[in-house]
């Protein structure tokens, strides 16, 4: 049951401060999944002596959930630094990864020298103080390396960067083309962005678009994909000094609620195989897109759709969507070896490798200043250079929430929450925001209000 998977995520806090006592001179974490990368002398001698290979030869630990590119990457690395170290890459799933690190410090046992983070567990995961800060002695981070947005979302909340971005996860609207133009008038990103330069303008439209289709067509597939855009354009915090402040959660469910109403939204669930389809059907205009939605979400879900995409900026401007970032314990093995890795994805070097290597778009500034590096073209949105908007325009008004101990607590109820808006039309604006106090308040109850 849903509740039962909240109480335990809201107590992870007071299972970590247990755990981690415990982790100094522990066992090694078990694992489901390994993979070695180069050396493989090398990398079994590393077993046998706890982290250290025989020779020179440092092999560095290191959980995630996409092994192909980082091994690939990993290599690009070797041949660039004339580093001599091996990877052993632990597979765990993006979804599995707050629990893993859960399970293994209430159990005492060793973290790897690389820890992964997805942005909506960060600031949980962060809380801790089990992190190096990679802005101080001896790894002098530069921030002025990565986007200036990416700052608060790597940093914990006393301000230590704790964390390295992997990607630009900036974020824009994608529509289809020919709906566009049918019911819009035009498929021109920036006439569409013209169109509706503020939600209630893009509520009006919604409208009009449900009444030229019969009320066949939705602006949006789901509920969820409005919450995703406005929660992002958000900066102000939900929790701050020991206080849940409801002004940017009733601004979200706001507009959730009258969307729902006005019937611009569809409510198809966002983790459904109907919600996959939507990307190929005729009904559904509008979609969040960040930079991985391209390859990972609109290709494959849309495989007949090459060059019937466009991007452009919603209501109020772009926002930041998920994102992946990189932690070293302060107990790991190699420190030194895993920072001089994560930090080269960073630089300009590590950013254009990356890039030819996997087609990822990582996060060093320079690399940007390039007009014809930033300059990105997907199959997909035609002729469009969707990188003008997420690396350039994007970054010109983009605000992000700080990451918060609480992070994973109150995605876990906006989640809950989204659903039963979704699904149940009796529940108004009031309704809404009183299940999402009540149920911040049962798994958080020390937070004032």
Not at 55 to 77: L, P, Q, R, S, V
Not at 122 to 147: C, H, V
Not at 410 to 429: G, R, Y
Request: charged fraction near 25%.
């Amino acid at each position: 049951m849903k509740y039962r998977k909240m109480k335990k995520a809201a107590g992870f806090g007071i299972i970590l401060a247990l755990g981690c006592s415990m982790l100094a001179g522990c066992g090694e974490a078990g694992v489901t999944e390994t993979k070695e990368t180069n050396a493989a002398d090398s990398a079994n001698a590393a077993e046998e002596s706890g982290g250290e290979a025989s020779g020179d030869t440092t092999t560095i630990t290191m959980w995630g959930w996409n092994a192909g590119d980082i091994e690939k990457i990993f290599t690009a690395y070797k041949e660039a630094t004339g580093a001599n170290a091996a990877l052993e890459y632990v597979t765990v799933q993006q979804e599995e990864s707050f629990q893993k690190l859960q399970t293994t410090i209430s159990a005492g046992l060793d973290l790897p020298d690389i820890v992964p983070s997805e942005v909506n567990q960060r600031g949980t995961m962060l809380s801790l103080d089990i992190w190096e800060d990679l802005s101080a002695e001896p790894y002098n981070f530069d921030e002025k390396q990565i986007f200036e947005y990416q700052v608060p979302l790597c940093s914990n909340e006393a301000g230590a960067l704790c964390a390295l971005p992997w990607d630009v996860s900036t974020a824009g609207l994608a529509y289809k083309r020919d709906m566009a133009k049918e019911y819009l008038g035009t498929d021109d990103p920036d006439e569409i962005a013209a169109l509706f330069p503020t939600w209630e303008d893009f509520l009006e439209k919604g409208k009009e678009v449900k009444e030229k289709s019969g009320g066949k067509v939705f602006m949006f597939a789901s509920l969820t994909n409005v919450k995703q855009i406005l929660d992002g354009q958000n900066p102000q915090p939900i929790v701050k000094d020991g206080t849940l402040d409801m002004t940017s959660i009733e601004e979200t469910l706001g507009w959730m609620v009258k969307f729902r109403d006005a019937g611009i939204v569809d409510n198809i669930l966002e983790s459904s195989t109907a919600y996959s389809a939507s990307y190929a059907d005729k009904l559904h205009i509008f979609y969040p897109c960040a930079g991985w939605s391209p390859n990972y979400v609109i290709r494959p879900n849309d495989p007949e759709g090459a060059g019937n995409w466009g991007l452009t900026i919603p209501p109020k401007g772009c926002f930041s969507w998920g994102g992946s970032a990189f932690m070293i314990p302060k107990e790991a093995k190699n420190k030194d070896a895993a920072y001089d890795f994560i930090s080269w994805l960073n630089t300009e070097e590590g950013t254009r490798s990356q890039r030819d290597v996997v087609n990822y778009s990582t996060s060093n500034v320079d690399a940007y200043k390039d007009p014809e590096f930033s300059a990105l073209y997907d199959e997909w949105f035609g002729g469009q250079n969707i990188g003008e908007l997420l690396f350039n325009k994007a970054m010109d008004s983009i605000q992000v929430r700080p990451v918060s101990t609480y992070d994973v607590t109150v995605m876990e109820v906006w989640s809950m929450v989204t659903e039963a808006v979704n699904s149940d039309k009796s529940i108004d604006f009031n309704g809404a925001c009183e299940m999402f106090k009540n149920e911040i308040h049962t798994l958080a109850p020390e937070l004032k209000q």
